[in-house]
């Protein structure tokens, strides 16, 4: 069990900061980098990018953490005089709420950029960024902010664990 319990959390851990690195990589370098880009050019960038990021890559991440941070809150209720639960649980509220926030705001507006069309036949590309650009960036630094939340909490985790075992 108690291999397990440190697989768990270790997958987790990595999961989430590969999702973290992500968000963060967005944050610091991807939408910097498109700031002074010209509307047709962001637009299709980012229709390109939202296209491209569905992969199998992709998905071991963003998926695999919230499946191998449950795994890990599971294996852990039987705490049998661990206190690693609240750590793995925070992290999975935190994960979530990145999960829900991209769910609920980035994956929408992902979806709208794409409706847009193809970006040369956008009538209005200034209008189609307005909408899309400052809302986007404002909740991937939330998700970014949340997944490294979640980071922390996993790796707090692991150190408990290793003091409990140790």
Known sequence: ME?????ALVAATITTGLSAGLFYAYACSVMPGLRTTEDRTFIDVMQRINVAIL???FLVGFVGALVCTAVAVALHLPSDGHDVLPAAVAALVCYTAALAVTRKINVPLNDALAAAGEPGRILEPAAVR???EARWVHWNIARA????AALGCLCWALVLH???SG
């Open 145 to 148: 902010l949340l997944c490294t």
């Open 162 to 164: 290793g003091n409990a």
């Open 55 to 57: 992969n199998g890559w």
């Open 130 to 132: 307005e909408r899309f």
């Open 3 to 7: 291999a397990a319990r440190v697989i």
